[in-house]
């Protein structure tokens, strides 16, 4: 399956941005899908992740509250609603594929997409 990321920008910090992640290719709906993040400098992070029919959602701790996943397998999409941002949600933000259960662990995630550059400014 190919991801396409797309969304990011520059935002004051306590803004919003959404992101989208269109998927390609195979049955989108067979996926679990995630979000991570990587700050320079900094390891690839979990930040939500959305199981395939949409019923269940994860979140790391630092985001809870804050972002919200969502998909619509109709459109092969899958979003991130980013509210109060903050200077450290700062990264490059990609979203990934991976089959049946629902996985934290980047390493577990099968597809990627190219990733798109969130940047809260304070």
């Known amino acids: 399956v190919q991801l396409q990321a797309s969304g990011g920008g520059l935002v004051q910090a306590g803004g919003s941005l959404k992101l989208s992640c269109v998927a390609s290719?195979?049955?989108?709906?067979?996926?679990?899908m995630g979000w991570f993040r990587q700050a320079p400098g900094k390891e690839r992070e979990f930040v939500a992740a959305i199981s395939w029919s949409g019923s269940s959602t994860y979140y790391a701790d630092s985001v809870k509250g804050r972002f919200t996943i969502s998909r619509d397998n109709a459109k092969n999409t899958v979003y991130l609603q980013m509210n109060s941002l903050k200077p450290d949600d700062t990264a490059v933000y990609y979203c990934?594929?991976?089959?049946?259960?629902?996985?934290?662990?980047?390493?577990?995630?099968?597809?990627w997409g190219q990733g798109t550059l969130v940047t809260v400014s304070s």
């Open positions: 990934a594929a991976r089959t049946i259960t629902v996985r934290s662990d980047p390493s577990e995630y099968h597809y």
């Open positions: 290719g195979r049955t989108f709906s067979n996926y679990v």
